[in-house]
């Protein structure tokens, strides 16, 4: 697995997370929205270029760790980030209902 650096962008309300790999230019987001004191993940989106490096992992364990030390909860939208939800019965405290 390649080294991610993932940086965090947006506002309180809309935000993304870019994941960044050595060399590279191109980038991996995931999107999301807030709605009261839930996240809506909406788009996971890694370019051909870098796939296949667990780059859409490491986006969402990134908003993972920000949901535990913020308090919020996670609405998986993206498809990607439910299938995540399904692998990972330890993050079902927070996934919002």
Do not use: N
Not at 11 to 18: I, N, Q
Not at 75 to 84: E, M
């Amino acid at each position: 697995m390649a080294e991610v650096t993932i940086t965090r962008h947006g506002s309180d309300r809309v935000g993304e997370y870019h994941a960044h790999l050595p060399g590279e230019t191109e980038i991996g987001r995931l999107t999301w929205v807030q709605h009261g004191t839930v996240r809506a993940a909406e788009h996971t989106l890694v370019p051909r270029e870098i796939g296949g490096q667990g780059v859409a992992g490491k986006l969402v364990e990134a908003l993972v760790a920000d949901a535990r030390a913020q308090g919020f909860t996670i609405d998986p939208v993206c498809s990607y980030v439910a299938a995540q939800f399904k692998r990972h019965p330890e993050w079902a405290d927070l996934r919002a209902s």
